[in-house]
């Protein structure tokens, strides 16, 4: 074992370190210290860190200063590198830098991991042992699959030192070399697959190999054997296909004899493993797949069994819907995730939890499990759509929880396992989801012991009194399980049916109550109560769920009335609620302070305490408990009375929260409607339910700031019930302001045909109401009509709307809606050439934003800024701003604005010459438009794409890329303005010329036939 360092005994003494530091340098890079992401201000912290990591012994100040910092004098660079080991120093302590003489390095023992050493040394043992790997082909080879899990992406993936040549051809050189190694051990691992019959677990492997080198025909002939041993004949005949293209485009050639010969075996049907075709291959080697399985803060008890059995089933080919099943609180939730980690090696592309419980809409249903599965809606595809051409060749386990109040969307399952032949689906529901194919788990409740037999002897061996055991000492650590109790313990579990919830509640009681003395109570429940009541009047539920009722109902009859009221009252709120929230919406004739009455029901379990990031608590409630409040909330006629306080509580917290999002403290206000999404949602669903239009316009207009992060479909559907609504009632404000949002999200979604009216009679209706419309909405509906004329060539008129909306601004004395003005302004003028006129109005707009000090305005100054100084050919200006505007809109989270800055930058890094760099901005700022659905900004980043991929000298792309845009511009009635079309043109002619006129065409009507999302696909390639 390595020994500590003497700085590092030093500093371990004085307690500047205190835990193992992790550097990640496999993919984005990232540091981690005391169990925390480490957020290092230098990019060249960075930089050293990994530099020192994978460097052997001391290095010289002045080599590492001219390696970072290549273009300073020797003395400003030893400063800069004197600054940035400060850095270091400062973000992990003191004892990480061991200086002697003028040389420095990392301490390296074992309180330090680097996944790249940890990869280099098992890939190193593993190529050292081939032969006795090979011979345990069979053997589940973890340390094979532990290392190429190390590999989650290139060497300091997406980071570079743009000013560093030397440092760039370092990371060049390690980034080869790793790529080397990690495509050998996949090698290793897919022969060793292939040679046991495991084809279908090898797919994921072989791919992964090709995409190192698209080029490699070893690679592409493994992917054939493969598809063709598991019977997959046309995916092999495509691969081959695919193999032929790729050769032919790079290098004119055809493929090697090898190649050439196993396509005539599969054409014939003779591939596979020797000619026999398995049906259902061996599991394939685990590579410690992704996942978002959730930790537990409690230990799991009991149910071998039941994971045994659910592990069968999933285990089946032909059981690929399991849906387990049973009353609330029997623990299904917990059975299943506990299942899915224990068979999580089982599914190569990993396994993922999607929470439903505070999902009320079925349609709703698909949008969850995009955003679990991170897969957003693009252009007019159809999300479901999109889900499936993700997973259509992925190997995975969907967890679905909470179910029974969505099974209208049960179909939607159905469909996405036809399409996706390797996922499966694990289910948790009160009800089955009666789909054909589904496999159905009950879930018993624990095992109790016959309250007539002695337990006294083997109490352990009892899952249920166990698991009370343990919540009991969560709550009094003294108790003990032994002969004077463990008969009332026994009869305690027995008289609730086994329910893990039901015995948790009871186990709470320990603070208070002896297990006799809570079985004394619990026995004495008469049957004329009001809670015995519930129980037998729940039709819906099943026995052992009235049985869960009927324990909740004897903890809450435990409660005094005060406390009775807060439950009742919380139960309203949906994903937790602030102590102030709580305050306003219940203390409604208490004779208790809130927090009393709070802080009782955390202790009696029937809560829970969440801490926030400022420091004030949230409190939650489970859901099963929550159904119980809002059951006894329509018992005691508190319902109607209680909901409309909810929404009208949350629509006076979004109207407080609004001036603030237009101002410096915006931030900290979007981070308080992003905690409260669930509760204004819920609030929302009720103004249109109960027909309150003054409440749902109220929410809605505060609602778009967090719909455009990345909910705008949700926002589109809202929008339209709200206006629905609306329509009958008298003309006013909020109805203005609606319509301006409605319109603004359409456009957003790339359909301005319907944007336009919206906006149109949003203008309309403010002037019929003597224009008392807010400036920044008039503003922002006045400028998206201006754009959607723009973009339809008409150019005297939006110039005129945009001129009105800054005087009225000014007039009315808005800052926001002025400054969001002047960068119109600023920016069509740009659009349209005007340089001279665009840069006073843009300099001007970033000024006021400044002023203003609201982040995101500041991030869309600088943007529209940047943009200008690239067209002025201004690139050492435009790259400070856009820097600027990155960093601000990174901090703020504001991923639209970062892909616009990427974007301008790519352009930038395209007029200079740089053309590697370019390509990589052009192609996240696309990723990113795709994820966000944003038709307009995917065809304005594929345009400029266009001069790339010619000037890389691939005419037919370009050709291709052209004929998409120019199609989907006619269909969206987009226009190109005159200097764009210019470049544009210019670059389609220079195409044309290259290729002989059929093939321009054929390559232009390719193109043509595209959809928006086969254009990203082939941008991205090109």
Known sequence: MRQLSRSRVQAIKRGDVMSTVKFYFLGLPTIEHQGQIVSLERRKATALLAYLALSEGPQPRDVVATLLWPELSQSRARGALRRTLLTIRTALGRGWLQFEGDTFALAKDETLWVDVSQFQAQAARLRSQREEVVKLASSPLTLLSDTIALYRGDFLAGFTLRDSAPFDEWQTFQTENLRRTYASLLEMLIKLQTDCGAYEAAIPYARRWLALDPLHEAAHRALMRLYAGIGQHSAAMRQYQECLRTLQEEFDAPPAAETEALYEQIRQRKAGNDGKMIASPPRPVNPSPPHNLPAQPTSFIGRERELAQIAELLAQPHCRLLTVVGPGGVGKTRLALQAATARLSDFVDGVFVVFLAAIREPAFVISAIAQTLDVRQSGSRPLQEMIKATLRDRQLLIVLDNFEHVTEAAPVISELLAACPHVKV?????????????????????????????????????????????????????????????????????????????????????????????????????????????????????????????????????????????????????????????????????????????????????????????????????????????????????????????????????????????????????????????????????????????????????????????????????????????????????????????????????????????????????????????????????????????????????????????????????????????????????????????????????????????????????????????????????????????????????????????????????????????????????????????????IETLEPMIRLVLVLGQPRHALTLAGATAAHRRKLGLVLPPPAKTLLDQAVAAARQSLTKDIAYADWAAGEAMTLDEAVAQALVA
């Open 426 to 938: 694990l289910v948790t529901s009160r009800t089955s989801l009666h789909l054909r194919g589904e496999h159905e788990y009950l879930t018993p409740p624990l095992p109790v012991p016959d309250p007539v037999t002695t337990v006294s002897q083997s109490p352990f061996s009892y899952a249920s009194l166990e698991l009370f055991r343990q919540r009991a000492q969560a709550v009094r650590h003294d108790f003990v399980l032994n002969q004077e109790n463990v008969q009332a313990v026994a009869a305690i579990c027995a008289r609730l049916d086994g329910l893990p919830l039901a015995i948790e509640l009871a186990a709470a009681r320990i603070r208070l109550f002896s297990p006799q003395a809570l079985l004394n109570r619990l026995a004495s429940a008469s049957i004329d109560s009001p809670l015995q009541f519930l129980k037998v009047e729940t039709r819906d539920a099943p026995a052992r769920h009235r049985s869960l009722w009927d324990a909740i109902s004897w903890s809450y009859h435990l409660l005094d009335v005060a406390e009775q009221m807060v439950f009742r009252q919380l139960s309203v709120f949906v994903g937790g609620c602030t102590l102030g929230a709580v305050e306003t919406v219940g203390n409604q004739g208490l004779s208790l302070s809130t927090l009393d009455g709070l802080s009782s029901l955390v202790d009696k379990s029937l809560v829970q305490r969440q801490e926030q990031p400022d420091g004030e608590p949230r409190f939650l409630i489970l859901e099963t408990v929550r159904e119980f409040g809002l059951e006894l909330l329509r018992q005691h006629n508190e319902l109607a009375v209680t909901q409309q306080r909810h929404a009208h509580y949350y629509r006076d917290l979004t109207a407080a929260l609004a001036p603030q999002l237009h101002g410096p403290h915006s931030v900290q206000a979007l981070a308080t409607l992003r905690s409260e999404f669930t509760n204004i949602r819920t609030a929302l669903r009720w103004s249109l339910t109960q027909r309150d239009v003054h409440t749902c316009m109220k929410l809605c207009d505060v609602l778009l700031n967090l719909w455009t992060l990345g909910y705008l479909h949700e926002a589109d559907t809202h929008l339209r019930e709200a206006l629905a609504l609306a329509e009958g009632s008298p003309p006013s404000v909020g109805w203005v302001h609606a319509l301006a949002n409605a319109g603004y999200v359409a456009y957003c979604l790339g359909d301005p045909h319907r944007a336009r009216p919206h906006l149109e009679r949003s203008l309309a209706m403010n002037q019929a109401i003597g224009n008392l419309a807010s400036p920044a909405s008039v503003g922002m509906a006045k400028g998206i009509l201006a754009w959607i004329l723009f973009d339809q060539g008409e150019y005297e008129n939006p110039q005129a709307y945009l001129e009105e909306s800054l005087i009225d601004a000014q007039t009315r004395g808005d800052p926001w809606a002025a400054a969001m003005a002047l960068i119109n302004i600023g920016h069509m003028a740009t659009r349209l050439g005007d340089t001279a006129r665009a840069g006073r109005f843009l300099v001007e707009g970033l000024a006021s934003h400044r002023a203003i000090g609201q982040k995101w305005g500041i991030s869309g100054a600088l943007y529209f800024l940047g943009y200008w100084c690239v067209q002025e050919g201004r690139f050492g200006q435009a790259r400070s701003v856009l820097a600027e505007c990155l960093a601000l809109a990174e901090e703020i989270q504001a991923n639209a604005r970062q892909a616009q800055a990427k974007r301008t930058l790519a352009w930038l890094e395209f007029e200079e010459g740089n053309y590697a760099q370019a390509s990589a901005l052009f192609k996240e700022s696309l990723i990113r438009w795709q994820h966000e659905g944003r038709q307009r900004d995917i």
